[in-house]
């Protein structure tokens, strides 16, 4: 029992002198927290260059106040443009995490050249709208016939039938007053 004694914590002394030894290392690990953040501070105030490449220092963060907005917009410029300064770009952005804003390298890939494809694809449907004026002009004359066509089927559907439909009813009228009927009857039965 009495060689246990040293780490005794049962009886009040023993307690007290735990009590010194963790306050002596509270102490000590209080001073190393002192020591690191002082470290840390001085690190962060250290003058860094710009990471936009602008040339100028910083006052310890990696750019300058929106520089870095302003390269994160240059990079991702270059992404879109694509080619080896978009893969350039794509490496330069990965390697700033915070100018990611969450984005995946798969979606910069994805990105990469978007502007070139946007405007191929805006090529490809300019010279396919070149092509069909180009198909109408080479034969406006089926195009006209077409329109002269449908002119003509409106004014067979329409003209014939009014015209059809007004002489039977002027007939019927015209016969039904003959006979004395009255008017309204005889446009009935004549439709
Ligand atoms: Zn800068």
Redesign the pocket.
Known sequence: MNETATTDTTTVEGIRAEIEALQEQLTAKKSELRALRGSTAKAKAEPKT?????G?LTRGGD??PG?DAR?RGRLLTAVDAGGPEGEAAITALLARPTLLHGATEAELRERLGSEQRQRDAKVAREAERRQAKTAAKSKPRAKKGGRVDRTEQQQGTRSPSVAKNGAAIRNAAQQHTDHGAPRSEGIDAAL
């Open positions: 710009c990471g936009c490449g602008c100028e750019f300058l520089h390269f």
